[in-house]
T-cell receptor
Framework: DAGVTQSPTHLIKTRGQQVTLRCSPK?????VSWYQQALGQGPQFIFQ???????QRGNFPDRFSGHQFPNYSSELNVNALLLGDSALYLC????????????FGPGTRLLVL | KQEVTQIPAALSVPEGENLVLNCSFT??????LQWFRQDPGKGLTSLLL?????REQTSGRLNASLDKSSGRSTLYIAASQPGDSATYLC?????????FGAGTTVTVRA
């Protein structure tokens, strides 16, 4: 049984560019959440998708957007990249909502120059 | 707003010593609490999940306790080994998301 997978593993962009990160949830899981982890800090909640809709959103600007597809996979898009967007982006999946056990992927390391 | 604090921020112990990692949270209305391990540059590995109705959870050398009323959880690692060196994060489930502490970085000296 494959766990949560994320692509790409690493990414380098320049300021002002746009980036798309991808997440495939654990088999059968219908809820996907995204987190940003800056160096030396704990992960911060970006948003959560369930049934192809954004259900909850953390304190992140509109430059951060997402999508969930019918197969429950998800994308995180970040526009107009800033240096401060450099971080590890983590995807977590669960079955049946946010109160259920969250399983994390290996993350995508984004570096903005 | 949920605040999660982990003390100490860093810990260095000789091999064989028991580890005690602390986590405190401000809002006791949580569903679950989960402990994770993170190796440098890597993702999160789940260690233990304690449901709100439970007081503790054990797996091998790891034991985690939860006291919701006081807003505290403790992770015990028995007989530490150099391979236990990592950052340990606790996270609480409430308000539709996980709220994380900043972690405790553990170094076990051989």
């Amino acid at each position: 049984d494959a766990g949560v997978t994320q692509s790409p593993t690493h990414l380098i962009k320049t300021r002002g560019q746009q980036v798309t990160l991808r997440c495939s949830p654990k088999s059968g899981h219908d809820t996907v959440s995204w987190y940003q982890q800056a160096l030396g800090q704990g992960p911060q909640f970006i948003f959560q998708y369930y049934e192809e809709e954004e259900r909850q959103r953390g304190n992140f600007p509109d430059r951060f957007s997402g999508h969930q597809f019918p197969n429950y996979s998800s994308e995180l898009n970040v526009n107009a990249l800033l240096l401060g967007d450099s971080a590890l982006y983590l995807c977590a999946s669960s079955l049946g909502g946010w109160t259920e056990t969250q399983y994390f992927g290996p993350g995508t390391r984004l570096l903005v120059l | 707003k949920q605040e999660v604090t982990q003390i100490p921020a860093a810990l260095s112990v000789p091999e064989g010593e028991n580890l005690v990692l602390n986590c405190s949270f401000t809002d006791s209305a949580i569903y679950n609490l989960q402990w994770f391990r993170q190796d440098p540059g890597k993702g999160l590995t789940s260690l233990l999940l304690i449901q709100s109705s439970q007081r503790e959870q054990t797996s091998g050398r790891l034991n985690a306790s939860l006291d919701k009323s006081s807003g505290r959880s403790t992770l015990y690692i028995a007989a530490s080994q150099p391979g236990d060196s990592a950052t340990y994060l606790c996270a609480v489930y409430n308000d539709y998301k996980l709220s994380f502490g900043a972690g405790t970085t553990v170094t076990v000296r051989a």
